[in-house]
């Protein structure tokens, strides 16, 4: 096995742990922990395609950009989740459905 598919290994196991975390979790803070995971893999993938294709900066570029997005991405879901707490002080996910009006 190559590094190559050693990478994309480690990048598809990412993705399922964090899809597997974001379905299954109903508190606020695990999904949004969930996200970060599939949100890393992604970067992960583009770095190690990056790598190993045309050996271009794009895929490095990109992934800047998606650690920049999670970054924007976690400030503003944690906002909402403390906002969700202070409403109806919980922090499932599932009691959210209350805020819609």
């Known amino acids: 096995m190559t590094d190559f598919h050693v990478l994309i290994a480690v990048g ?3 993705f ?3 899809l597997l975390c974001v379905m ?7 999904v949004l922990m969930g996200v970060e995971l599939i949100l890393n893999s992604a970067a992960l993938n583009f770095v190690t395609f990056s790598h190993y294709t ?3 900066l794009l895929g490095q570029g990109m992934a ?5 997005l999670a970054a924007a991405e976690a400030a503003v879901a ?3 989740f403390m906002n969700i707490y202070r409403t ?3 922090s499932e996910v599932d009691r959210a459905d209350q805020l819609h009006g």
Do not use: D, K, M, P
């Not at 299954?24 to 695990?30: E, G, H, K, L």
């Open 12 to 14: 598809a196991i990412l």
């Open 16 to 18: 399922a742990l964090g």
């Open 24 to 30: 299954t979790r109903r508190n606020a803070i695990s």
């Open 54 to 56: 045309a050996g271009n």
């Open 64 to 68: 800047i950009f998606i650690i920049i």
């Open 78 to 80: 944690l906002a909402i």
């Open 88 to 90: 109806i002080s919980t």
